[in-house]
């Protein structure tokens, strides 16, 4: 019945607490979201988290791809793609010690990077070519030696880029809620929480709050009136 497809999304509490701890918690891999569960939903198997992931992703509400070998999920338009996989790269903790590095260190070279961070050399190589392909870093030929220095999307995360949470998401999700059943409303909207409420016919009021404490808010949407 399609009234019953197009409302799982929301009304289904494990896909709830799903989508709200990748909302707070955007680029988890399985286990550490399954972690993340709050200890009320400490029932739900890895089988059922697993079902409802793909349930979500299917929707197009969550996306997921596979970074170092770990997939992992992100709600969909929360962020850019780019950044996304920006995030993703830097998760892993060479990647990430590899960019501050280079960071604090502008024209460093991988076997200064090696050493200052007492890694294999292939170790760094695998990683600054991960890093170059999402424009986090760029390198330069300068004679034999290639040099290192922070990208384009380096410079956004910077800016902090990384924890916008953007209007574009707000009317994502307002209308992806938007349809013949569902009647969202935004009944409270802080620095530190927003908070939307679903009217369903047939079915109880429903509400998703999402912790947003963590992030830098767009002005344009909190200057929005409604």
């Given amino acids: 019945m399609p009234y019953r497809k197009k409302t799982l999304f929301l009304l289904h509490p494990t896909r709830r607490t799903i989508y709200r701890v990748l909302c707070e918690n955007p680029g ?42 770990k997939r992992m999920y992100f709600p969909n338009n929360l962020r850019s793609k780019e950044i996304e996989e920006a995030f993703m790269h830097l998760s892993n903790e060479n990647a990430k010690n590899i960019f501050i590095y280079i960071l604090n260190n502008r024209n460093c070279y991988q076997n200064q990077i090696a050493k ?16 170059e392909e999402a424009r986090l870093i760029t390198k330069s030929d300068e004679g034999k030696t290639v040099n290192f220095n922070i ?68 002005t344009s949407f909190e200057n929005e009136e409604n």
């Fill in 28 to 69: 988890l891999y399985f286990y550490k979201l399954m972690s993340e569960i709050p200890k009320e939903d400490e029932k739900i198997s890895g089988s059922t988290l697993l079902y409802h992931l793909g349930k979500l992703e299917e929707d197009n509400i969550i996306k997921s791809q596979k970074i170092h070998g």
């Fill in 116 to 131: 200052a961070l007492d890694i294999h050399h292939d170790t760094v190589r695998h990683h600054v070519e991960k890093l």
């Fill in 151 to 218: 990208g384009q999307v380096g410079e956004q995360i910077l800016e902090g880029s990384l924890t916008v949470f953007s209007e574009r998401y707000i009317r994502f999700i307002i209308s992806k809620l938007a349809d013949d059943c569902h009647f969202p409303e935004i009944i409270e909207k802080t620095k530190d929480k927003l908070v939307i409420r679903v009217i369903c016919p047939r079915e109880d009021d429903i509400e998703l709050s999402i912790d947003i404490s963590g992030w830098e808010i767009e």
